[in-house]
Nanobody
Framework: QVQLVESGGGLVQSGGSLRLSCAASGFTFRVYNMAWYRQAPGKQRELVAGITTARNTNYADSVKGRFTISRDNAKNTMYLQMNSLLPEDTAIYYC???????WGQGTQVTVSS
């Protein structure tokens, strides 16, 4: 019932940009705080950025100043604009609601040097 579909990943060179999208359905998107996470091979999943229902945002130190999280409640969609990408950003990126905890398939981001 709950569905989170990530898209927009791909292969980019260091310094490039990508915009990830998270299409949500099966729950009342607008009343949930949302977040982007990522997981690299051999590493634990980590929080990248969060956005509240009031559109307050927070970022991991490693992406602060480079990534921007946003949401469009009318479209039940969340976004992650990623600029100045680094090889260290290579990971599978997931969206989720921290209180919902329903993981989708993620979208692969690969940054080459």
């Amino acid at each position: 019932q709950v569905q989170l579909v990530e898209s927009g990943g791909g292969l980019v060179q260091s310094g490039g940009s990508l915009r990830l999208s998270c299409a949500a359905s099966g729950f009342t998107f607008r009343v949930y705080n949302m977040a982007w996470y990522r997981q690299a091979p051999g590493k634990q999943r980590e929080l990248v950025a969060g956005i509240t229902t009031a559109r307050n945002t927070n970022y991991a130190d490693s992406v602060k100043g480079r990534f921007t999280i946003s949401r469009d409640n009318a479209k039940n969609t969340m976004y992650l604009q990623m600029n100045s990408l680094l090889p260290e950003d290579t990971a599978i990126y997931y969206c989720n609601a921290p209180t919902l905890a329903h993981w989708g398939q993620g979208t692969q981001v690969t940054v080459s040097s």
